[in-house]
């Protein structure tokens, strides 16, 4: 396997959502026609593998081999069946008081990787995402209405200590908004 498929590999790994042929070029430096046979030589190895990878509309996600969907399928419903562990917990308080977040602001908030802890609350329906306003290549992740049900409220403002945080952070804000005094 080459280098490059090598790379692909760990970076389709990593961002855990569809990346688009233009965003591989730019992130590896390498012209279109160099990434298609780096990616079809990923293909082929991952063909005997438990992963598989999918393109679709100039886009490429690793995904799961088929043969294996029931198995990863009792997995995933053994794992949501279990309470919510304190790192999916520390990024759903994340999104929840500081979001619409991207997932790369997510990572740097937390300090870690948080591609399986979002995917996680994606699959169970506690978050959404919705496409950046400015970036249509970024997701933003927020609370979804589930997350409300779940919770027992009807707006975030209800969470105990939220509107004292967006006090705070609309001030905070504002202060660094201000120019300098000498």
């Given at each position: 396997m080459s280098e490059l498929s090598k790379k692909l590999e760990a970076i389709l790994f990593i961002a855990g959502e569809p990346l688009?042929?233009?965003r591989l070029s730019k992130i590896l430096k390498k012209d279109k026609a160099t990434l298609g046979e780096a990616l079809s030589e990923l293909a082929k190895t991952l063909s005997e593998r438990g992963l598989r990878l999918s393109e679709k509309d100039d886009e490429y996600l690793l995904v799961t081999a088929p043969e294996l969907g029931k198995f990863v399928e009792d997995f995933m419903k053994e794992e949501l069946g279990e309470e919510l562990s304190r790192a999916t917990l520390e990024t759903l308080a994340v999104i929840v008081y500081k979001g619409p977040l991207s997932r790369s602001e997510i990572d740097y908030i937390r300090g870690v990787n948080s591609s399986f802890t979002v995917r996680n609350l994606m699959i169970r329906g506690l978050i959404e995402r919705k496409a950046h306003p400015h970036d249509s290549r970024i997701w933003?992740?927020?609370?979804s209405f589930d997350?409300?049900?779940?919770?027992?409220?009807?707006?975030l403002g209800e969470l105990a200590g939220y509107n004292e945080f967006m006090k705070e952070m609309e001030e905070l804000l504002k202060r660094e908004s201000e120019p300098a005094q000498a």
């Open positions: 688009s042929l233009e933003l992740y927020r609370p997350f409300l049900k779940f919770m027992g409220i009807t707006k």
